[in-house]
């Protein structure tokens, strides 16, 4: 009797950690896996538009160079985007975009140069 209880806390504790380790930590940053999905650029071209239209800046979106996704209520997208200035020059920022696609909703809170 020990030895099947044993076995199925093992198996129960087993379970829980992989399906844990599938889903994205509640609060907490995780990589985006495929930057190649059509929404991650979708997302960063979204990303340049709305600082351009905020700052009248005249940036060209390039593309994202690498993200993270963070649950919240709904999903915010931290990307680093390579985007190109009125002269040519190319540089990277970090843009984070609220998501709420149930409410068709989506919010750029955050986008700002990186110092090379």
């Excluded at 190109?84 to 020059?89: E, H, L, S, Y």
């Amino acid at each position: 009797m020990t030895k099947l209880l044993f076995l199925l806390v093992s198996f129960l504790l087993a379970a829980s950690q992989l399906t844990t380790a599938r889903q994205p930590l509640a609060g907490g940053w995780s990589p985006i896996k495929n930057l190649t999905d059509q929404h991650v650029p979708d997302l960063g071209e979204y990303a340049v538009s709305e600082h351009d239209k905020a700052s009248k800046d005249s940036l060209e979106f390039v593309r994202v160079v690498k993200g993270e996704e963070q649950v919240v209520a709904g999903m915010n997208y931290r990307l680093v985007i390579e985007a190109k200035d009125a002269k040519g020059q190319v540089a990277k920022y970090v843009a984070v975009v609220w998501e709420k696609v149930w409410a068709n909703f989506k919010q750029l809170t955050s986008f700002k140069p990186i110092s090379s």
